[in-house]
C-alpha cells in the first residue's frame, strides 16, 4: 500500500514542479497529484512566503519560483538526501 | 587525561559536528534533522557531568538520552512505547537500555530491509547502528555481570557508533 505523502512533501514536490517550467494551477494539479483545495491551500502560503510569484498572460495565470523558492528547494534537497541516508522518508 | 574523560569529549565534539555544520545549509526540515543528533549531543553532556560528579542524575539522564536517540530513529512507535516506558525508566536504569536495544535492532533490521530495497540508505548509518548495538549488548552484560553501569568498553565501542553515525551529514555537507 502507498504511504500518504507527508504536507512538507507536497509543498516541495509543488515547489520542483514549478521550478522545472511555469505552470498553470491545472497543470500543477495534475503532476503533483493532489486536490484542488489542497493546491488551494499550499497557494495560498507560498504566495505569503514569497516562495512562488503568480503572473497573468492574457486569460491564463501561471506560477513561478522566486530566487528565495528556489533556495528553500535546494535545502530540502539535500535534508531529503540527509534523511534517506538514516532511512527516513521526508 | 583519562580514558573516560577522553571518550566522552571526543564524543560530544563528534556528536556537535552535524549540527555546526549543517543548519544553515539545511533550512528545509531544520527540526527534524535536529533530533536526529540533539540526543546524542544530551548523550555525552550526560556523560560528562556523570563523570565528573558522580551523581546518579546524570547516569539516569544518560540512560534515558541513550533510549531517545534510538527512539527518535525509530519514530513509528515513538508515542505508545515512550508513555509505557517513562515511568519505569525514573526507577531503573536497566529498562532504559533494554529499549535502547529495542529501538535499535528494529532501526537495523527497517534500514537493512530499505538498502536492500535499493533505497538510498547509507551504508555507515548501518555500520554505525551495529556498532550501537553492540555497545548496548556491552552495557547489558556488564550490568548483568558485575553491576557497572559505566562500561569503558560499552563507551569505546558507542563512540565508534558516534563516528560512523556522522558521516552521513558530513557527506551531505561536502556536496554542498
Redesign the interface.
Known amino acids: 500500500m502507498r504511504k500518504n505523502r507527508s504536507e512538507?512533501r507536497i509543498i516541495?514536490e509543488l515547489l520542483a514542479i514549478i521550478e522545472r517550467e511555469e505552470c498553470t494551477s491545472s497543470m500543477i494539479i495534475r503532476r503533483a497529484n493532489i486536490p484542488y483545495s489542497k493546491f488551494k491551500e499550499i497557494e495560498e502560503n507560498l504566495l505569503e512566503r514569497e516562495l512562488i510569484l503568480k503572473e497573468t498572460n492574457g486569460d491564463k495565470t501561471f506560477y513561478k519560483i522566486t530566487d528565495h523558492g528556489r533556495?528553500?528547494l535546494k535545502?530540502?534537497r539535500?535534508?531529503?538526501?540527509?534523511?534517506?541516508?538514516?532511512?527516513?522518508e521526508? | 587525561m583519562m580514558i573516560e574523560e577522553l571518550i566522552g569529549v571526543l564524543g560530544l565534539i563528534l556528536s556537535l559536528v552535524p549540527l555546526l555544520v549543517?543548519p544553515l545549509?539545511?533550512?528545509?526540515?531544520t527540526l527534524?534533522?535536529f533530533l536526529?543528533y540533539i540526543f546524542l549531543v544530551l548523550y555525552y553532556i550526560s556523560y560528562l557531568l556523570y563523570y565528573f560528579t558522580f551523581n546518579d542524575v546524570y547516569i539516569l539522564l544518560l540512560y534515558i538520552f541513550e533510549m531517545a536517540f534510538f527512539l527518535n530513529?525509530y519514530r513509528s512507535y515513538l508515542a505508545k512505547e515512550l508513555f509505557f516506558a517513562f515511568p519505569f525508566i525514573y526507577y531503573i536504569n536497566d529498562l532504559a537500555l533494554i529499549f535502547s536495544f529495542y529501538f535499535a535492532t528494529f532501526?537495523l533490521a527497517?534500514?537493512l530491509k530499505?538498502r536492500m530495497h535499493n533505497?538510498?540508505?547509507?551504508m555507515?548509518?548501518i555500520i554505525s547502528l551495529i556498532f550501537f548495538e553492540i555497545g548496548i549488548l556491552t552495557q547489558l552484560l556488564r550490568i548483568f555481570s558485575s553491576q557497572d553501569y559505566f562500561s569503558i568498553i560499552a563507551n569505546a565501542i558507542f563512540l565508534i557508533g558516534t563516528l560512523f553515525f556522522i558521516v552521513?551529514?558530513l557527506?551531505?555537507v561536502r556536496?554542498?
Not at chain 2, 545549509?25 to 526540515?29: D, I, N
Open positions: 512538507s516541495f533556495d528553500l535545502g530540502w539535500k535534508f531529503k538526501e540527509l534523511m534517506e541516508m538514516y532511512g527516513f521526508p | 549543517l545549509k539545511v533550512k528545509a526540515g527534524r534533522y536526529l530513529m532501526n527497517e534500514l530499505n533505497m538510498n540508505v547509507s555507515m548509518a552521513p551529514a557527506r551531505v556536496k554542498a
